[in-house]
């Protein structure tokens, strides 16, 4: 039978602009966030962190906002460029009782499109 | 060395054949990872291994799919009698230990015919 897919979310930003991607994750447990960026046939490539000691870091164009009262994590990129095309996906490390689970917790992902 | 390797980066194969996925992760990473993609889809986890412990398999979507990994180095994912519905891309990923980020492969293209 006909199979219908997952629609990721999805952001048009013209070349220059800032980005901001957003994410909410589901473990209130959770000590340690990533953002990872996926190009078009390769695997995802680490892009910034945060543990949750933090509620914000930055990086190189890119900074991570981390809301922890209510569960929701941002990734802005500043002066967008056409090379920031991908999906960006979330990730947590979810625990119980202080024991960390041992694998990461994936966003859905959303795909970004830079129009130059 | 110094990226995760996957080979092959495509494959093609007849339903009902088996197939080995090759996994070698970065030297010293603890803890490997599998993952699978479909087109335009997020990421689905298969197993997880983390140095002698026993391997979480909790994420395998049947007994068809198995994974070793030998002398906590290189880890070969096998899924016997392929099914169509198991085209993806099969990604691998380690960490230096269970709590940290992990660096991904280019992954392997697999698609059943």
């Known amino acids: 039978g006909e199979s219908v897919g997952l629609h990721l979310p999805t952001l048009s930003v013209q070349e220059g602009d800032n980005s901001i991607i957003n994410c909410a994750y589901s473990?209130?447990?959770?000590?340690?966030f990533i953002w990872y960026k996926q190009e078009s046939g390769k695997g995802p490539q680490f892009i910034i962190d945060?543990?949750?000691?933090?509620d914000k870091r930055q990086g190189q164009r890119v900074t991570v906002l981390l809301n922890k009262t209510v569960k929701h994590l941002s990734l802005q990129i500043a002066a967008t460029q056409p090379g920031d095309s991908a999906v960006y996906f979330c990730?947590?490390?979810?625990?119980?009782?202080?024991?960390?689970?041992?694998?990461?917790?994936f966003g859905q992902g959303t795909i970004l499109t830079v129009h130059p | 060395g110094a990226g995760v390797s996957q080979s092959p980066s495509n494959k093609v194969t007849e339903k009902g054949k088996d197939v080995e996925l090759r996994c070698d992760p970065i030297s010293g990473h603890t803890a490997l990872y599998w993952y699978r993609q479909s087109l335009g889809q997020g990421l689905e986890f298969l197993i997880y291994?983390?140095?002698?412990?026993?391997?979480?398999k909790s994420g395998l979507p049947s007994d068809r799919f198995s994974a070793e990994r030998t002398g906590g180095s290189v880890s070969t994912l096998t899924i016997q009698r392929t099914q169509q519905e198991d085209s993806a891309v099969y990604l691998c990923?380690?960490?230096?230990?269970?709590?940290?980020?992990?660096?991904f492969g280019s992954g392997t293209r697999l698609t059943v015919v």
């Open positions: 473990n209130s447990a959770s000590d340690y």
């Open positions: 291994f983390q140095g002698n412990s026993a391997p979480d």
């Open positions: 990730a947590e490390n979810p625990k119980a009782g202080g024991t960390s689970y041992g694998k990461l917790t």
């Open positions: 945060i543990r949750s000691n933090m």
């Open positions: 990923a380690s960490s230096r230990d269970r709590d940290g980020a992990y660096t």
